[in-house]
T-cell receptor
Framework: GDSVTQMEGPVTLSEEAFLTINCTYT??????LFWYVQYPGEGLQLLLK?????DKGSNKGFEATYRKETTSFHLEKGSVQVSDSAVYFC???????????FGQGTELSVKP | DTAVSQTPKYLVTQMGNDKSIKCEQN?????MYWYKQDSKKFLKIMFS???????INETVPNRFSPKSPDKAHLNLHINSLELGDSAVYFC?????????????FGQGTRLTVV
């Protein structure tokens, strides 16, 4: 079945450091891909999305490119802030049954 | 004006009890979900409804029963609660059929079974 794999956390960075969180997926067909963020004690919020190969999603300085050839959707940000500390989830949506499948989440902690 | 709202936010109950969690969305979406998030933050899909019809039913104990009285509501009833049911339960909704749209999530219900 479809699945998403993210890099293990927690990831600890200093403020203004470069961030990469790796995400790879397995899917039949052509899924849509998403990054969600969960701040402590809150629900999930959509961070960005891409619906087809080579699309780049971007929001709040974060970006990710849908790479069909490597089945990847890595999240990047050039300069993280303390306020970016959260858990980040990569997800895919199949185009058949409507399932939204999540990776295991990567906790990011940014220190001043 | 919360888009997806769940009640209650916290629920503490004893083993063996029956409890319900309610979810409502005011986004006009026709697909709704229940997810369970465990203590390691892993999110597992439990159920999905589209226009009040069950379309996804993952391997979930039959003590869990979803009910969708209309497409804006999806409630979760749990019978004979067990310690392992302790988790955060999230409701979500999305527009249209399967595919490209993102899902909107509620704030979660933290269920603690003692």
């Amino acid at each position: 079945g479809d699945s998403v794999t993210q890099m293990e956390g927690p990831v600890t960075l200093s403020e203004e450091a470069f961030l990469t969180i790796n995400c790879t997926y397995t899917a039949t067909g052509y899924p849509s891909l998403f990054w969600y963020v969960q701040y402590p004690g809150e629900g999930l919020q959509l961070l960005l999305k891409a619906t087809k190969a080579d699309d780049k999603g971007s929001n709040k300085g974060f970006e990710a490119t849908y790479r069909k050839e490597t089945t990847s959707f890595h999240l990047e940000k050039g300069s993280v802030q303390v306020s970016d500390s959260a858990v980040y989830f990569c997800a895919l949506s199949d185009n058949q049954g409507g399932k939204l499948i999540f990776g295991q989440g990567t906790e990011l902690s940014v220190k001043p | 004006d919360t888009a997806v709202s769940q009640t209650p936010k916290y629920l503490v109950t004893q083993m063996g009890n029956d409890k319900s969690i309610k979810c409502e969305q005011n986004l006009g979406h026709d697909t709704m979900y229940w997810y369970k998030q465990d203590s390691k933050k892993f999110l597992k899909i439990m159920f999905s409804y589209n226009n009040k019809e069950l379309i996804i039913n993952e391997t979930v104990p039959n003590r869990f029963s979803p009910k969708s009285p209309d497409k804006a509501h999806l409630n979760l009833h749990i019978n004979s609660l067990e310690l392992g049911d302790s988790a955060v339960y999230f409701c979500a909704s999305r527009m249209g059929g399967p595919g490209w749209t993102e899902a909107f999530f509620g704030q979660g219900t933290r269920l603690t079974v003692v």
